[in-house]
């Protein structure tokens, strides 16, 4: 189960070391934002120890890698993706053919590691323009794509538009990037909200990221992450009113009857969809707690 995906920079060894005792579903060690070109080597090898050392058996791993039109993407790739961490996520990706060139890059090291080819998903940061017109390309590029990720900061800037808390000016962005990933049947996450001492903003923005399809929320603080996980987990309200659905559907079929109805409501398929996909999550997430 992954609502919360909370970013640590890569130099920051005191920080890491404690990233899968933070309360996020998955971290994103960051190689590239996070760090300047001067340390982007040493960082590199911070992470990489970081893997071996920690193993963050406790949480999901993703790190990101610097983009492709940069000459670290690379390197990143050799050092991090014979660790196998759950995810790579890659910047700034444009097109499908972006994600072919990762999805090759990363086999031939996944077989040179003896891992076996696909061991490694990918979840493309798409923050362009041409990203975000890309998006349906990008979810659907290959079986390695997991999820897409919306950037806001990167885009809004590629768009010549101000960046605001209400993010009226992301609408289109968020409901184009689940669209797009529902279509390819993969995950969708929603941009960070970035005002780190703002807590009723990050319960808003979470909420309506929630509402509008998203499957989960990155972080740029630990201090989001308990907000993120709340809006994206099931209320016990949700969960008694799916297994209503479904006791509903076994009495009705019991009794042979083709119509059903539940508090005056008819419960057709899609009720039935959700409350399946209710179910499902607060499973997903009670066995995560169990870890």
Known sequence: MRRSMLFL???????????????????ILDLEDAVSPDQKDAARILVRNAIKAIGFDNVELTVRINSLDTPYWKDDLEEIVPLAPDLI??????SAADVLTLDAAIAGIEKRSGLDVGTVKLIPLIETAQGLENAAAIAAACPR????FLGAEDLTAD?????????????????????????????VYDTPFTDVNDDEGIVRDAQFARSMGFTGKACISPRH???????????????D??????EAIRQAKEQGRGA?????????????????QTIAMAEAIKGGERK
């Open 260 to 276: 059903i109805s539940l508090h005056g409501k008819m419960i057709d398929k899609p009720i039935v969809l959700r409350a399946e």
């Open 89 to 94: 996520m890659p910047t700034k990706v444009n």
């Open 241 to 246: 009113y799916a297994y209503e659905v479904l």
């Open 145 to 148: 794509v997991a999820a897409i």
């Open 225 to 239: 992450v308990r907000a993120v996980n709340e809006a994206f987990s099931p209320t016990q309200k949700e969960i």
């Open 9 to 27: 920079p890569g130099n920051t060894p005191n920080i890491i070391v404690n990233g899968d005792a933070l309360g996020a579903d998955n971290v």
């Open 159 to 187: 768009l010549r538009c101000p960046r605001t808390k209400e993010g009226t000016e992301i609408f289109y962005a968020r409901s184009r990037m689940v669209s797009a990933a529902r279509a390819a049947g993969v995950d």
